[in-house]
């Protein structure tokens, strides 16, 4: 029975490998005690903003066997999408890394299918979902659990060989596999990310208030303005902040991604200011046609660009 719950383990991993994910690890599929109090503190904080679906399906969030019926393994994934070639630092109109390319919600998905394809194919009649940012599942958490790096003090997950520019994904399961065990937490004494926060996003190490959150502003807000008392703080970002990773030094470790589809548009880079104040709804639906900057939709992006002058 072990030797079989080992072997399909080696086999998850090695297809996950070949299809790109560069990390992979398991963890058994149970009720996420430790995190419980933290969650219900964090929306208690009101560290939600309005992201009101985050006061939805608090149990669901806590344990995936209410989300795969009979669950006993969740196989959390990274895939890298760290960019060969960056905006130039000093650069007036900034764009997260992971919005360059084509949305990752869809590049993921359909690895994972193929992954869980490969399980039925290899292993039999394996019952599971996949999950790519879409559902109640904490996946930073899980990858935690799953060996694949700690979450550090700006609540990123990070690889202690790679840094933190990467997707997670998961599959649930319903058959039972060998579990990795977690990592150390190497982050220390530094508060790197904490200090270089300018919206003082990072209330206490390890805790972020969302509401004040860069990345929540410019992304996860639909009000019509931005709120006044962040004027002046954007450092320039109109969708997303890479702030608090740009400034990990676990993150001199990260290396371009090998998945071309995350390359940005060849015009990208060489956007000037002007041309951003200056942005056509035509230019945007060609720099992002596939791209997860699509959420916050021309009149968003347009404001949040307005909100930089």
Same mark, same amino acid.
């Given at each position: 029975m072990q030797h079989n719950i080992d072997r399909h383990t080696r086999l998850i991993k090695q297809k996950a490998k070949e299809? @790109?994910?560069?990390?992979? @690890?398991?963890? /058994?599929?149970?009720?996420? /005690?430790?995190?419980?109090?933290?969650?219900e503190s964090w929306l208690k904080n009101s560290y939600n903003g309005k992201m009101d679906y985050m006061n939805n399906h608090f149990d669901k969030r806590l344990d995936p066997r209410l989300l795969v019926d009979d669950a006993k393994s969740v196989v959390s994934l990274l895939l890298n999408y760290y960019p060969t070639t960056i905006q130039d630092s000093t650069s007036e109109i900034k764009l997260s890394k992971y919005a360059y390319g084509e949305d990752y919600h869809f590049v993921i998905k359909d690895k994972l299918k193929d992954l869980y394809l490969f399980i039925q194919n290899e292993i039999g009649e394996v019952g599971g979902r996949i999950f790519v940012d879409s559902a109640p599942v904490m996946d930073k958490v899980w990858a935690k659990k799953s060996g694949l790096g700690w979450i550090g003090k700006n609540s990123n997950l990070i690889h202690p060989k790679q840094g933190s520019f990467f997707f997670i994904a998961e599959l649930i399961l319903d058959i039972e596999l060998t579990s990795d065990g977690p990592i150390k937490d190497y982050c220390g004494t530094c508060t790197r990310c904490i200090d270089a926060c300018p919206t003082e996003a990072i209330v206490e190490p390890y805790v972020i208030d969302g509401s004040k959150c860069i990345s929540y502003l410019t992304i996860e807000l639909k009000e019509a303005i931005l709120p006044n008392e962040f004027k002046g703080k954007m450092e320039k970002w109109m969708f997303g902040c890479d702030i608090c990773q740009d400034v990990c030094p676990w993150n001199r470790f990260a290396t371009p991604t090998n998945e071309g589809v995350f390359s940005p548009h060849e015009k990208l880079l060489n956007m000037s200011k002007a041309d951003w104040m200056d942005l056509t709804e035509d230019v945007f639906r060609e720099l992002f046609k596939n791209s997860a900057v699509k959420r916050t939709k021309f009149s968003g992006l347009k404001r949040n660009i307005e909100f930089l002058k």
């Open positions: 299809l @790109g994910f560069f990390f992979c @690890g398991v963890s /058994k599929a149970d009720f996420l /005690k430790e995190e419980a109090f933290r969650l």
